[in-house]
Each structure stands twice: as structure tokens, then as C-alpha cells.
């Protein structure tokens, strides 16, 4: 497998992924639990980063470029299932962050990602969810009064900024709060558990 083998695979994986999740956002399947063929193409996308990790090592910018770099990074932030692949991911992002290779607002979503699924307050503010009343809210955030000075520092917009841009977004899928919250809650904890996020 040459680099721009594995690039064009990753980019099209990457596409796959955008194009599968748009289609089931329009007619509304993407937003009842975590539909099956959203994980089917995780779990195969995962298994391609997998294979481009062990063959050459993380897709990094210097050698793969913004486009495939960006491609890997999508595949492993959305690879929800694995999480001792988006582990590594993010050891491999933040070891790139040091050479000047990888991004650091890349590594934040991330850090940010696997810090919600294993129960714990993220630090940047990156992850949303549905809260009590009925709005999309950013999960539990580590220190949150210091969230907007840490956002600056990597180049993130402040919360309030975020939490609008992800409200919108989600109004213009059609999105909206589940019909019963602590069910979702209760199985979103369940498959925590079973993919070994949670003890």
C-alpha cells in the first residue's frame, strides 16, 4: 500500500461516511439510537484506518496532506465503536501535534469525545447532547469557567458561538430531543458498557 493508495481510500471512505449520514439525517433514521448502517460504515472505516495505521503509520499532514489527514481524522472521531482505535488516534494526533504534523483542534474533538463516552467532564466544550428541557447543550466541560479561555487558545470559537452554530445545525437536519430522555440515557450507557468504554 503506497501513500496515495491509502490517501484516495481514506477520502472516499471519509465521503462514504458524510454521504451515508446525510442520507439517513434527511429522512430521519440517523436520529433514533445508533442506526446500523451509520455503525456498518464506522466499523468499516475503521478497519481501513486500522490497515493504513499498521501499514504506514498515522496519516499525518506532512506526508498525506490536509485532505487525507482530515479524512483520518473523521474516520477515527466517528469509529465510536473501537475505542481502543480512537485511543490510539489520539496518541498518534497529539504525538503529530508536537512535530508541527497534526492539528490540535483535531486532538481536542477527540480528547473531548472519548472523555464523554468514558463518563468523564471534557475539557473543550466539543461534544453535544440533548439536555432536560429539551436543547441541544454541550456535554458535562471540565472547569467551565475557563472553557472559553481554553477554546481561544486552540482557535475555537467561544461556547456561546458553538452552542448556537450546533443548535442551528441540528434544527436544519431536523433534529430534535428524543421522546424519552432517560431511555436514551439508559442505552447510551448500556452500549458504552458493551464497546468497553465503560468498566
Known amino acids: 500500500m503506497t501513500i496515495e493508495d491509502a490517501k484516495a481510500q481514506l477520502i472516499a471512505a471519509a465521503l462514504r461516511d458524510r454521504e451515508t449520514r446525510a442520507r439517513l439525517a ?7 439510537g445508533y442506526n446500523p448502517q451509520m455503525e ?18 498515522w496519516p499525518d499532514r506532512a ?21 481502543d482505535l480512537q485511543r490510539a488516534a489520539l496518541a498518534h494526533i497529539l504525538d503529530g501535534v508536537e512535530r508541527g504534523a497534526a492539528s490540535l483542534i483535531d486532538a481536542a474533538y477527540l480528547a473531548d469525545r472519548i472523555a464523554v463516552f468514558e463518563g468523564r467532564p471534557q475539557r473543550f466544550g466539543t461534544q453535544f447532547d440533548w439536555d432536560a428541557d429539551g436543547a441541544l447543550s454541550p456535554a458535562p466541560i471540565l472547569a467551565p469557567e475557563g472553557v472559553d479561555a481554553r477554546r481561544a487558545e486552540i482557535g475555537l470559537p467561544p461556547m456561546a458561538e458553538a452552542i448556537a452554530a450546533m443548535r442551528a445545525q441540528a434544527s436544519a437536519e431536523g ?12 442505552a447510551f450507557e448500556a452500549w458504552a458498557r458493551k464497546t468497553g468504554w465503560r468498566p
Open 26 to 32: 434527511q429522512s430521519g433514521a440517523l436520529f433514533d
Open 40 to 57: 456498518a460504515v464506522h466499523l468499516e472505516n475503521a478497519a481501513l484506518l486500522e490497515g493504513v495505521i499498521a501499514a504506514l503509520g
Open 63 to 83: 506526508r498525506f496532506g490536509d485532505d487525507g489527514a482530515a479524512a483520518a481524522f473523521l474516520i477515527a472521531q466517528h469509529a465510536i465503536s473501537r475505542p
Open 175 to 186: 433534529a430534535g430531543p428524543p421522546r424519552d430522555l432517560q431511555a436514551r440515557r439508559a
